[in-house]
T-cell receptor, first 110, second 116 residues
Framework: RKEVEQDPGPFNVPEGATVAFNCTYS??????FFWYRQDCRKEPKLLMS???SGNEDGRFTAQLNRASQYISLLIRDSKLSDSATYLC???????????FGKGTTLSVSS | NAGVMQNPRHLVRRRGQEARLRCSPMKGHSHVYWYRQLPEEGLKFMVY????????ESGMPKERFSAEFPKEGPSILRIQQVVRGDSAAYFC??????????????FGDGTRLSIL
């Protein structure tokens, strides 16, 4: 089983759509969770950290289910500029390497 | 406040040559991480360094690859006797302390290494 698994997509949605990405991780001892965004294989940019209580940043909502080892990202009211690859990232403990999923590709069209 | 600076942005080498990739962390950051992204693959961890110390090199290939983060100057990822399979994007990330949810890693623009 891969350490971090994501549906690669692509997800093709119209502007204004709501889209959800899922991710599972294998290490139950993982402590930190993130969603990063990567455009055209440029550098990954932090989108948001994911907390057990769930957290929201504008149109983006992240959820964590530790029991199921499952992370999600919900994007509401999709914009053209949301088109990118979304990377699910897990950290076993502070100061250790980030473990990346291969990413889910989103394409938003007008 | 400059971000993580990597250079060169693009590097072309012939098989058998050496490649040196540089990374200057964000100001105030003393922890550096190197990752590699092969074509059509996700990012893979290579090595974690603090000033003058290698903390975790579990992702480094056993041969030809080395990394350092001297007391003064940037972190260097060095690849000796490069082969075609080394062609990839190499990303550096930094954090001020041990990276966590509250102190996430921030990435540089990367170096695209192409081996002829």
């Amino acid at each position: 089983r891969k350490e971090v698994e994501q549906d690669p997509g692509p997800f093709n949605v119209p502007e204004g759509a709501t889209v959800a990405f899922n991710c599972t991780y294998s290490n139950s001892a993982s402590q930190s969770f993130f969603w990063y965004r990567q455009d055209c294989r440029k550098e990954p940019k932090l989108l948001m950290s994911v907390y057990s209580s769930g957290n929201e940043d504008g149109r983006f909502t992240a959820q964590l289910n530790r029991a199921s080892q499952y992370i999600s990202l919900l994007i509401r009211d999709s914009k053209l500029s949301d088109s990118a690859t979304y990377l699910c990232v897990v950290n076993a403990k502070a100061g250790t390497a980030l473990i990346f999923g291969k990413g889910t590709t989103l394409s938003v069209s007008s | 406040n400059a971000g993580v600076m990597q250079n060169p942005r693009h590097l072309v080498r012939r098989r058998g040559q050496e490649a040196r990739l540089r990374c200057s962390p964000m100001k105030g950051h003393s922890h550096v991480y190197w990752y590699r992204q092969l074509p059509e693959e996700g990012l893979k961890f290579m090595v974690y360094l603090q000033k003058e110390n290698i903390i975790d090199e579990s992702g480094m290939p056993k041969e030809r690859f080395s990394a350092e983060f001297p007391k003064e100057g940037p972190s260097i990822l060095r690849i000796q006797q490069v082969v075609r399979g080394d062609s990839a994007a190499y990303f550096c990330a930094s954090s001020p302390v041990q990276a966590s949810s509250n102190q996430p890693q921030h990435f540089g623009d990367g170096t695209r290494l192409s081996i002829l």
